[in-house]
């Protein structure tokens, strides 16, 4: 069974520092990866979709994926508290939909 | 161009109740999916339509039934609701079900089960 392990938080972090966001996956067959960003009472919207092993940088936000360790993680870089919110990890096996985390919830206090 | 859009926003039934809910997307996208919302548990698929003419199982489809009416739109039908069904339910689209896939989230229907 496939699955997606993230921390349930929530994440505290001050007002511009680095928030880091983790997520495993149990299938070595995924292909690709997602990060949903969900403010409360609000619908999914995607953030950042990464395919390959490095970095992939989005404006404040970096992406980075390591198949070997099976870990993929989501960087925010000067944290506003705009950026409260729960962060869904994603990934897809290329055999069915995709598989969700029950995601992370990051406050940012200013 | 409102993305994908679901009807009701948010509905109370009674056990034993049926309802359709109700999915559009103007995106011109061939594969659209339902998913259940519950706090703890994360998004949970309860059916996808690859493409229209085709409708397949999720990780949670047994209450539940629906319909791929056109490339447009995709309904959820619960034939008789329990309180167990009481969740956010949140309808997708994506261009095509795969590997590079983006899905594009409804804003979601609110269901209370008494």
């Known amino acids: 069974q496939k699955e997606v392990e993230q921390n349930s938080g929530p994440l505290s972090v001050p007002e511009g520092a680095i928030a880091s966001l983790n997520c495993t996956y149990s299938?070595?067959?995924?292909?690709?990866f997602f990060w949903y960003r969900q403010y409360s009472g609000k619908s999914p919207e995607l953030i950042m979709s990464i395919y390959s092993n490095g970095d992939k940088e989005d404006g404040r936000f970096t992406a980075q994926l390591n198949k070997a360790s099976q870990y993929v993680s989501l960087l925010i870089r000067d944290s506003q508290p705009s950026d409260s919110a729960t962060y869904l990890c994603?990934?897809?096996?290329?055999?069915?939909?995709?598989?969700f985390g029950k995601g992370t919830m990051l406050l940012v206090s200013p | 161009n409102a993305g994908v859009t679901q009807t009701p926003k948010f509905q109370v039934l009674k056990t034993g109740q049926s309802m359709t809910l109700q999915c559009a997307q103007d995106m011109n996208h061939n594969s659209m999916y339902w998913y259940r919302q519950d706090p703890g548990m994360g998004l949970r698929l309860i059916y996808y339509?690859?493409?229209?003419?085709?409708?397949d199982k999720g990780e949670v489809p047994n209450g539940y039934n629906v319909s791929r009416l056109n490339k447009r739109e995709f309904s959820l039908r619960l034939e008789s609701a329990a309180p167990s069904q009481t969740s956010v339910y949140f309808c997708?689209?994506?261009?095509?079900?795969?590997?590079?896939?983006?899905?594009?989230f409804g804003p979601g229907t609110r269901l209370l089960v008494l």
């Open positions: 994603a990934f897809h096996s290329g055999y069915s939909t995709l598989t």
């Open positions: 339509s690859a493409s229209e003419g085709t409708t």
């Open positions: 299938d070595r067959g995924s292909q690709s």
């Open positions: 997708a689209s994506s261009e095509m079900a795969g590997v590079l896939e983006t899905q594009y």
